[in-house]
């Protein structure tokens, strides 16, 4: 699939995980991001069709990351991922315009579902 793919989240391991439960689905085309202003300067270097990404991260959290790159971009698709336990958060995320929001820990199948809804 030719849909790109921008995964922020400042755990390597979880990008990796995102990003293998996604090349297993058929989506091949995706960058990475370690954090919320690293997510800014991709997005407007690569535009990405979709964002996935976390909430708590160091030097920008995902919730600022998510203002500018909507700020920048009216129409961004951005998925937040949370920890259990962060509602105020989620909330504060889709009022700044996430699409949509997968809790941790992932299930392989929310991650593909909340992919395909806005990717078709």
């Not at 996935?52 to 991922?81: E, H, W, Y």
């Amino acid at each position: 699939m030719s849909k790109k793919i921008l995964i922020v989240d400042d755990a390597a391991f979880m990008r990796t995980f995102i990003k293998n439960i996604l090349n297993q689905n058929g989506y091949d085309s995706i960058t990475e991001a370690a954090d919320g202003s690293m997510a800014y300067e991709v997005y407007t270097e690569e535009r990405p069709d979709l964002v996935l990404m976390d909430i708590t991260m160091p030097q920008m959290n995902g919730i600022d990351s998510l203002k500018k790159i909507r700020g920048f971009d009216p129409d961004a698709k951005v998925v937040m991922c949370s920890a259990m336990g962060q509602e105020a958060m989620v909330a504060d995320a889709i009022r700044f315009g996430a699409y949509d929001f997968i809790v941790k820990p992932f299930k392989p199948e929310r991650i593909v579902e909340a992919v395909r809804k806005l990717l078709g």
